[in-house]
């Protein structure tokens, strides 16, 4: 008898089918009944009434089924057990990452873990939603980017990096203010970045929104320099996050901050089955002392990223 033997039994009893049981196995018909057979014959006992279209269990195969059931699971709880330890031992790790957070200094922050933990072998991967390789189990790390107000979970930490500001030409009224709500700029020409399918459109969109208006999009382009050209130029203003303002000395054009307080957060999201490893130990213990994540806001001044390391 073996487990093998025990689990084709277990699906037998249950499906009450020989040929269904057969394909739920991947195994034929003819190695399923030789299977049963031995183990009736090891038993001693006849486990199954058969005839021509279903079988069912006799009164000693009633009593063989609950018994395997339980070794069966019993099994399998403990490969899984000794999967999970194995991970835990393991020194391998996969990141995933968005491509916006190159600018805050995350590329360079993961070659510095590396240098610091060379035991550790690190794979990163560049993709456009990282929670979804997360949740589909293909990286054990994910880097989550989000605007607004934070939402924790479990496995996870945290880090508010940066926040939006209007940017707006020299010549304006309001470039000059402290800070402006968003609603000041309702009769504006809005240069955006992308299109409206972008998480900075969609932000805007959305603060707009609720501040009870629609943005007049007048021009929509790819890269922050382009949006910051032409705002200096006169052609509209722009909402973006401040560490994506290139060279400002060079442009006329005035920063100004909004309120209330629209914060860009970070959030470093892990596998729950991987936490206890000594690889995302390391990271994790990594990005919260050195990078200064945490479970809790810790807000710093506006546009005053925390990246330093």
């Not at 940017?167 to 000059?176: C, E, Q, T």
């Not at 509209?236 to 309120?259: F, L, R, T, W």
């Amino acid at each position: 008898m073996d487990i093998k033997q025990l689990n084709e039994f277990r699906v037998l009893a249950e499906i009450c089918n020989f040929q269904e049981a057969a394909e739920e196995l991947y195994i034929s018909l003819s190695s399923l009944s030789k299977h049963i057979s031995k183990l009736e014959e090891e038993l001693g006992v006849s486990l199954f009434d058969r005839t021509t279209r279903k079988v069912t269990l006799t009164e000693y195969g009633t009593v063989v089924y609950d018994y395997a059931k339980q070794i069966v699971n019993s099994y399998n709880d403990c490969t899984r057990a000794l999967k999970d330890l194995k991970q835990d031992h393991s020194l391998r790790l996969s990141v995933s990452f968005p491509p916006i957070l190159t600018q805050y200094r995350l590329l360079e922050a993961l070659i510095d873990f590396m240098h610091k933990n060379p035991d550790i072998e690190v794979t990163m991967t560049e993709h456009i939603n990282p929670r979804e390789l997360l949740q589909a189990k293909k990286c054990d790390v994910a880097f989550h980017t989000e605007y607004g107000e934070m939402h924790t979970e479990n496995s996870s930490l945290y880090m508010e990096a940066d926040t939006l500001v209007a940017v707006l030409p020299a010549s304006h009224p309001l470039a000059g203010e402290e800070f402006i709500r968003i609603d000041q700029l309702k009769d504006e020409k809005f240069i955006i970045k992308h299109d409206t399918s972008s998480v900075l459109s969609r932000i805007l969109i959305k603060l707009c929104n609720e501040a009870g208006f629609e943005p007049k999009i007048a021009h929509t382009v790819k890269y922050s320099s382009a949006m910051v050209r032409m705002v200096s130029e006169g052609l509209g203003v722009a909402v973006m996050n401040y560490s994506h303002i290139p060279d400002s000395e060079k442009y006329k054009i005035g920063i100004v901050e909004i309120q209330p307080i629209v914060p860009f957060n970070i959030y470093l999201l892990y596998s729950n089955e991987r936490r206890n490893s000594a690889a995302l130990k390391a990271f994790r213990n990594y990005f919260s002392e050195t990078m200064k994540y945490s479970r809790t806001p810790d807000s710093p001044p506006p546009g005053r990223p925390k990246t330093d390391f």
